[in-house]
Structures are given as structure tokens and as C-alpha cells.
């Protein structure tokens, strides 16, 4: 089974974003990146996926050199090799543009079974695997928590809301979101870091590709409440909080 | 012309689609609101009691259990017939499945999960969370119209919602059954949830913050100590720190309780849209910047690991 995982990568989570001057991006001269969380879980699904069935896992990632870091990365969890679009555009590309960059890749592979996680962590666009398989022209399902393959077919397990679930089959080849947190994830050993640089990420041309939307202002969000922080040492805070809760908010008995 | 697509479970119309009407009325041009089904027509009509120009029954027998194939088809042909301004979904799941490809099928963009939507000239201003809510954006759509949206639940209230009544029609479309790829079966629910977190008055909730489940037995104290129940955001579920059951959030439960405690959670909006309700809520993170106090009545900027304890200690007093 050929699989195919996308993987993007964003700023760390702790990083303390900014907009730039034109605030329509963020200032990320000096910051850190680090693997899309969900779709780590993606590529996890995919490694358990290849360990049941055989086959092959091809990482594959959008944007500007230093994206190599997070293939480099999965490389060295167990993907067989990686492709590499490149464009410095790519990592503050809408979803269209990203989704055409990893088709131009992922296209003349003809993966089984393409993965992404189901979102990323700065853009949110909750996107791209759906346009992408639109793109590639096969089917999809979004918010996946099992993939089960049986004779040629999927047969997946779709969380709903409220606690709800569904199976669905589909045939391959086929492209799946995964849900975050349904596997446990693995960390690259010293053996996969030293395997990983011998394995291939190949560099592909980004297609010229039209958004289908754009930014033109980006600033800190108003706030929705008038929120009283409490300061001082933490003996002090605790004592002021617990009266107003008391007193004031009264949603604590005394 | 605003089209608002419809969802529906059960006979019931999706909470969330009344707020994508009242979002759509807002705007001020007419609104149509399509539900797509097979033998909908009663649940269509149930939406006619909005104040809109017309509500379309979208109707095909492919079309009786959702799918995404069959959606986008479906749906694809009563744009092109319509040619709406606008069109306008919750961001629920289901959306999140096929307004993408619905979009994208018409060579569109999609701006997904607004918190506002604004008339801009000929044109439409979107206003989207980024950066797990750290950020805001304003957005437009390239291109011409349609443009394709999905309204963030709870964005817009539901009660804003003007009432009148509005002809009902039953649209037959053409949908190849044998083009949707998509064979689902029934919706199910796993074993009954155990702990029913919405009759809860007081809630301490935990984060990434907590950083292992060694200190959970502090988390259990202070919230012994308020009479509250202990809840979590969705990294502490996923990481079996605490059982699925004690999820808030988008994936877990809405809750609305007197006080919500919430420490170490950042405040992602797969969080907030499940506690936001609550009527005083109490932050504590290490992160002077964290989203979670964008919403909180009361908010203390420091370590948990300090805090919590004296927060114990004076309780007890």
C-alpha cells in the first residue's frame, strides 16, 4: 500500500505571534517551527497503517526551505522518503494554493490512501485534505478516528458531533483528515535520526495556482470580556480571587 | 442573494443553522435556505417560520443519508442555478466535510470558521480566528461571487433571529448515485456517558499546563475544596490522563456552569465553544497572552504550581 501523508509546518505553539508591519502576516524572521500537531497523528496512522498492511510512506510537504526539518523529522519516525514543493509563498498560502502545490506532488505518485491531519495550528483552515482530494479526484472523509483496510476498500470510523460516530467504506484510492489524539504517537529513535539521512526528499516545482482568499488585516483579537487580573504573589492572588468569587461574583459558598 | 445551507439530524434542523439564518439576515440582501434530503419537505418547512425569501427542499434520493459526493453535487447544481452572493454554512462536521469541495468545485474559495461576517462594497469582509485563536483575521474572498463561508457556532445568537414566514419549495436535483463513493452506515453513540458535566454548577478544568498526570491529585483537591466537578480540554483526554467523559469542548460537552476554573487550558476554540457560556470564568496560565483571557471574568497570569495550592489553602481557611 502506497501512502502518501502531508505534514505542514508552523510555528511552535509557545511562540508569541505577532503581526508584521503590513499586518497580513506574522513576524516570523526569528521564530520556531515544529510539525502541525494533528498531523503528526496523520503520520502516526500512517506508520501503524504500513506496519499491518506493507508498503511504502512518502511524507510530503509545502512551503519554504526550512520545511526540510519537519520531513527530515518524519524520515526519521519511519516514512520511506519525502517530497519537498517548494515556494517561499507556501507557507502563508491559503488552502487552495497549498492544496494545488501537494497535488502537483502527489499526483504523479498514485498514492492508495492520502492522510493529513484535519487542521493546522496557525491558519485553522480545516481544508486543504478535503481540496486536495477534489484535486486528486478520489474520495474523502473528514474528522477520522479508525482506518481499516479490507480487500481494496476503507472502512473508516467518522466522528460526528455530541458523541456521535459513523462507519463509512469507500473504495481506494481514497484521502482521509485524522482525527487528533486516536493514536499514541511515536518519537524518532537515534536509529531512525541516523536512517533518515540517507532516505530521499525529493524537490518538486510549485504549480502557479490561484487563492481563493487573502488577508488584509491581522491584529491581537478585542476582548470579548472586561477580565480583572489578579497580580501579586501567588498567597495574595489566591486570597483576592477566592473573595471576589465570594463576594462579588458569589459563586462560591463561604 | 444569501444562500444558507441547512443541516439536519434526526428531523431535527442543526442548532448551529438558525445562527447561519440570523447571520444571513443580518446582511440585509434576500436569503434563501436550502436543506438537502430525501423526503425532507416537514423539516424544510420547519425553517419557513424565519423571516427569509424562500426555503428550498433540496430533494434526491441519494441525498437521504449525508455524504459528501452526494452533497456537492447536489448542492453544486443549486448554485449554479441560484447564483448567490454568498453561501453560508454553521461550521459544524458535517460542513467541514463538504463545503471545501463544494467550493472548490465551483472554482471558489472557502473562508471557514468566521466569528463576523460584514457587506464590504460588492464584496463580503470575513473576520476568522488564527494562530488557535492567539490572533484575528480579516479576510475577503478572490474572485468573483459566490463566495462560500462557514459561521463559527455561537458567533452569532440564535434568538437574534428574525421570525416571519417564507414559502417552502421542493427542488428535485440530479445526483448519479453511482458517483457517490460514500456508503455510510448508521450513526451510532459508544457506551453512555458516565458523567453528565452539564448539570455541573462549579467546574475546575485542566490543560497542557498540568504537564502529567502526576499532578492531577492537586487538580482533584482544589476542585473538592470549590464542591466543583473536574473536567479537561481535549490533549488530556486524548492522552488517557483523564477519561474521554470529562471532555469540554467541540468533540466533548457544552457546559454552562456558574463558575468555570480553567487552569493550564490556552483557550483554542475547540475548547471555548464548549465552556464559553459559563457565567463567571476564572483563568490561570503561565501565559500573560494566552485566548483563554480574551474570556475569563478573572484571570491570574502565572504558575499553576504555585497558585493552585494557595488557592487550596485559602479555601480551607
Given at each position: 500500500m502506497k501512502i502518501v501523508v502531508c505534514i505542514k509546518q508552523v510555528v511552535t505553539r509557545d511562540w508569541q505571534v505577532r503581526p508584521d508591519e503590513a499586518r497580513?502576516?506574522?513576524?516570523?524572521?526569528d521564530a520556531e517551527f515544529e510539525m502541525n500537531e494533528p498531523d503528526a497523528y496523520a503520520l502516526e496512522a500512517a506508520l501503524r497503517l504500513r506496519e499491518a498492511q506493507g508498503g511504502e510512506v512518502i511524507a510530503v510537504s509545502a512551503g519554504p526551505a526550512r520545511v526540510a526539518q519537519v520531513l527530515r523529522e518524519a524520515l526519521a519516525r519511519g516514512a520511506d522518503r519525502a517530497l519537498h514543493v517548494e515556494?517561499?509563498?507556501?507557507?502563508?498560502?491559503?488552502a487552495l494554493v497549498v492544496a494545488d502545490a501537494l497535488a502537483a506532488a502527489i499526483g504523479p505518485e498514485s498514492p492508495d490512501l492520502v492522510l493529513t491531519g484535519l487542521q493546522s495550528d496557525d491558519m485553522g483552515f480545516g481544508q486543504t485534505g478535503v481540496i486536495l482530494a477534489e484535486r486528486l479526484g478520489v474520495p474523502h472523509a473528514t474528522i477520522i478516528m479508525d482506518v481499516q483496510v479490507e480487500g481494496g476498500a476503507l472502512r473508516v470510523k467518522r466522528e460526528l458531533e455530541g458523541g456521535w460516530f459513523q462507519w463509512l467504506q469507500m473504495p481506494l484510492p481514497a484521502l482521509l483528515t485524522i482525527q487528533s489524539g486516536i493514536n499514541q504517537l511515536r518519537y524518532a529513535t537515534l536509529k531512525g535520526i541516523m536512517a533518515a539521512k540517507k532516505k530521499e526528499i525529493r524537490a518538486v516545482a510549485a504549480p502557479a495556482a490561484q487563492p481563493g482568499q487573502q488577508v488584509v488585516d491581522l491584529r491581537a483579537p478585542e476582548k470579548q470580556k472586561q477580565t480583572r487580573m489578579i497580580d501579586g504573589a501567588p498567597a495574595d492572588a489566591a486570597r483576592e480571587l477566592v473573595r471576589a468569587l465570594r463576594e462579588d461574583a458569589r459563586v462560591v459558598a463561604s | 442573494m444569501i444562500l444558507v445551507i441547512a443541516e439536519h439530524h434526526g428531523g431535527q434542523v442543526h442548532r448551529a443553522s438558525w445562527e447561519a439564518i440570523a447571520a444571513a439576515q443580518a446582511l440585509g440582501a434576500p436569503v434563501t435556505v436550502a436543506l438537502p434530503g430525501h423526503d425532507a419537505a416537514a423539516i424544510a418547512a420547519s425553517l419557513a417560520e424565519a423571516q427569509v425569501a424562500q426555503v428550498l427542499?433540496?430533494?434526491?434520493?441519494?441525498?437521504?443519508d449525508y455524504t459528501a459526493d452526494g452533497y456537492v453535487a447536489a448542492l453544486a447544481e443549486i448554485i449554479t442555478g441560484l447564483s448567490p452572493s454568498l453561501v453560508l454554512a454553521a461550521h459544524t462536521y458535517q460542513a467541514r466535510d463538504f463545503m471545501p469541495r463544494l467550493a472548490t468545485r465551483l472554482s471558489r474559495g472557502l473562508v471557514s470558521d468566521c466569528v463576523a461576517i460584514t457587506a464590504d462594497g460588492d464584496g463580503y469582509r470575513f473576520t476568522r480566528p488564527v494562530f488557535q485563536a492567539r490572533l484575528q483575521a480579516d479576510v475577503t474572498a478572490t474572485g468573483a461571487a459566490p463566495h462560500f463561508a462557514t459561521l463559527q457556532a455561537?458567533?452569532?445568537?440564535?434568538?437574534t433571529l428574525q421570525k416571519g414566514s417564507a414559502p417552502t419549495t421542493t427542488q428535485a436535483v440530479t445526483v448519479d448515485?453511482?458517483?457517490?463513493?460514500q456508503k455510510p452506515d448508521a450513526p451510532f453513540k459508544e457506551a453512555k456517558q458516565a458523567v453528565d458535566l452539564t448539570a455541573a454548577e462549579r467546574i475546575v478544568s485542566v490543560g497542557r499546563g498540568i504537564k502529567g498526570p502526576e499532578h492531577l491529585d492537586l487538580v482533584k483537591q482544589l476542585a473538592e475544596a470549590l464542591g466543583a466537578e473536574i473536567a479537561a480540554s481535549r490533549p488530556i483526554c486524548d492522552n488517557g490522563?483523564?477519561?474521554?467523559?470529562r471532555q469540554i469542548g467541540s468533540s466533548g460537552q457544552t457546559v454552562a456552569p456558574k463558575l468555570y476554573l480553567a487552569l493550564g487550558i490556552s483557550g483554542a476554540i475547540q475548547h471555548v465553544v464548549g465552556m464559553k457560556g459559563a457565567r463567571t470564568i476564572v483563568a490561570i496560565n503561565k501565559d500573560p497572552e494566552a485566548p483563554i483571557f480574551e474570556i475569563a471574568d478573572y484571570g491570574i497570569a502565572g504558575d499553576l504550581f504555585e497558585i493552585v495550592p494557595a488557592l487550596i489553602a485559602e479555601l480551607k481557611r
Open positions: 497580513t502576516w506574522i513576524r516570523d524572521g515556494g517561499d509563498g507556501l507557507a502563508r498560502a491559503d | 427542499a433540496v430533494e434526491h434520493a441519494a441525498l437521504a455561537g458567533a452569532v445568537r440564535a434568538d448515485a453511482t458517483g457517490v463513493r490522563w483523564l477519561p474521554m467523559d
